[in-house]
């Protein structure tokens, strides 16, 4: 069964940093993706940051809204991929989700069936 637990959420001030982290178990190999999304009030949950494969070859993509400010990043033996948070602006306040997929498709929330719980990040100005 593949668990998704995301952790690192809370409230800071703009311009502040802040990582979430999310450890994924009960897939059999390093290849599976794993992206980053984030659902504000009334809006769509957007994805944000993917990587196509933990295993340390993935490539990342972002999306525009945080590009040069957000990195994800893996890290292998502790089955844990990271989203450092820079610059945060109070339009980046959101519920962020963690999410896992077998195979990299691209970075939508269609593209990934298993899901963390949600950590809510909230940036006052």
């Known amino acids: 069964e593949v668990q998704v637990v995301e952790s690192g959420g809370g409230l800071v001030q703009a311009w502040e940093s802040l990582r979430l982290s999310c450890t994924v178990s009960g897939f059999t190999d390093d290849y599976h993706a794993v992206g980053w999304f984030r659902q504000a009030p009334r809006k769509a949950r957007e994805g944000i940051a993917c990587?196509?494969?933990?295993?340390?070859?993935?490539?990342?993509h972002y999306g525009k809204s945080v590009e040069g400010r957000f990195t994800i990043s893996s890290d292998n033996a502790k089955n844990t991929v990271y989203l450092q948070m820079n610059n945060l602006k109070p339009e980046d306040t959101a519920v962020y989700y963690c999410a896992a997929a077998p195979a990299y498709q691209y970075c939508h929330k269609d593209g990934f069936p298993y899901w963390g719980q949600g950590a809510q990040v909230t940036v006052s100005s």
């Open positions: 990587i196509t494969s933990v295993n340390g070859d993935g490539v990342a």
